[in-house]
């Protein structure tokens, strides 16, 4: 059902399965059954997790596994009651997003660039691509890792992506962005090509924007992630401050702290429910706030520096 009906990835599925393996192991001890659960067991499980000093959120997300399973169940008339019905849900603090201020951004673009300028190769010009669709688009890596060979051969200037759910969105490309895919495809067609003539390989570029010799077949995320902290050591900016994720919360941050309406974010960034979104204008807050206490007149901190 997850993967059929609701396009969920295949690492969704996986972590499911997990969750539910890990609760059918702690039943076994209590003598139950998966189909013969009741509400008292899921609090009983709940209490296990909170004295192993779980994680508030990861303890949410397995009841939310739960959840998911048992109204599947439900649905599909195996069981006649929701035993998680009645359960809340862990309190949790909600994390801020981790971002990253705008002349950071820019110290990365100008070190992917320069990268680009001086030595021409195909990796540099990919890499300076890579982070430039991040940044400007704020797509997922795994969504970026899997665009097709073809992604802007329609309109390059509109980038359609494929999404959670299988579902597509279209996402606008600044100049800059545009810029640094068509030099980089350029350059990957030209050494295909120099490949091919060479050993008569197949066309293997064609099927991936950023191809690679993997089994997948083309970048995968962790590489993409060790790349970009090799390019905050070169732009200056601290590596464990940079991932592909952080540079999706850069763009939506940013955009909002220019004016961009919520609603317009959301789609871009492709997130099914708004409340996802407004965790940015929780950020954008924090940083008014901080704003006033360091700088208005009537501020403790603002007389006393």
Not at 230 to 238: D, K, R, S, W, Y
Not at 268 to 278: F, R
Request: hydrophobic letters at 40%.
């Amino acid at each position: 059902m997850l993967a059929v009906e609701r396009g969920a990835a295949k690492n969704t599925c996986e972590a499911y399965r997990r969750d539910i393996e890990h609760f059918a192991v702690f039943l076994k001890d209590r003598a139950v059954t998966l189909l013969g659960v009741e509400a008292t067991d899921i609090r009983a499980y709940l209490v296990q997790l909170s004295r192993a000093q779980m994680a508030p959120r990861t303890a949410a997300r397995r009841l939310s596994a739960l959840r998911q399973f048992y109204r599947f169940l439900l649905s599909e008339g195996v069981r006649a009651v929701d035993p998680t019905s009645t359960i809340d849900s862990p309190r949790q603090g909600r994390a801020l997003p981790k971002i990253l201020s705008e002349a950071e951004v820019e110290r990365l673009l100008a070190a992917a660039r320069a990268r680009g300028d001086v030595r021409e190769g195909t990796e540099s010009l990919r890499l300076a691509a890579l982070v430039e669709l991040l940044y400007a688009t704020g797509m997922r890596i795994s969504e970026m890792i899997s665009l097709p060979g073809t992604a802007l051969a329609r309109n390059p200037r509109v980038l359609v992506v494929r999404g959670k759910g299988d579902k597509e969105r279209m996402v606008p490309l600044s100049e800059p962005a545009r810029d640094a895919v068509a030099r980089y495809m350029t350059a990957q067609r030209e050494a295909a090509a120099r490949a091919r003539r060479r050993s008569r390989a197949p066309d293997v570029a064609a099927r991936w924007l950023f191809p690679s010799s993997g089994r997948s077949g083309h970048l995968t995320r962790q590489r993409v992630a060790q790349l970009l902290k090799e390019l905050a050591v070169e732009a200056g900016v601290e590596p464990a401050k940079v991932s592909p994720h952080v540079l999706r919360h850069a763009f939506a941050s940013h955009l909002l702290d220019h004016g961009a309406d919520l609603r317009s974010v959301q789609k871009m960034l492709g997130h099914a429910d708004i409340s996802t979104t407004q965790i940015y204008t929780h950020v954008l807050n924090d940083r008014l706030r901080t704003l006033v206490h360091d700088h208005h007149p009537m501020s403790k901190r603002a007389q006393n520096p």
